[in-house]
């Protein structure tokens, strides 16, 4: 059974960083491209950041391009992603994705399995 667990969340300033993680059970993300998205409620989920199995080809929400990274650790079966210069805007739940099959990778019906997510808030 695929299992994805977020972590890392949390309530943060503006201008703070947080890191998150996913790690992964039952499923193995070196094959695989994976990916992170937010929601806030009352609007749908919106593509963050996604990067390739091996981690060479890495794609951003224009919203978030310059501040955050996203990468991985085959080896740990986990997925990051490192928040920075975090914004009021930034505030919502946080999702992890795997196992990508579709286009484009911002969409989520491009992704199969998902974590429970974990929730950012940002305060000005």
């Known amino acids: 059974q695929v299992q994805l667990v977020e972590s890392g969340g949390g309530s943060v300033q503006a201008g703070g960083s947080l890191r998150l993680s996913c790690g992964a059970s039952g499923y193995s993300i070196s094959t695989y491209s994976m990916g992170w998205f937010r929601q806030v409620p009352g609007k749908e989920r919106e593509g963050v950041a996604s990067i390739s199995s091996g981690g060479s080809t890495i794609g951003y929400a224009d919203s978030v391009k310059g501040r955050f990274v996203i990468s991985r650790d085959n080896t740990k079966n986990t997925l990051y992603l490192q928040m920075n210069a975090l914004k009021p805007e930034d505030t919502a739940m946080y999702y992890c994705?795997?196992?990508?099959?579709?286009?484009?990778?911002?969409?989520?019906?491009?992704?199969?399995?998902w974590g429970q997510g974990t929730q950012v808030t940002v305060s000005s």
């Open positions: 994705a795997a196992h990508r099959i579709g286009n484009p990778w911002s969409r989520p019906d491009a992704f199969r399995y």
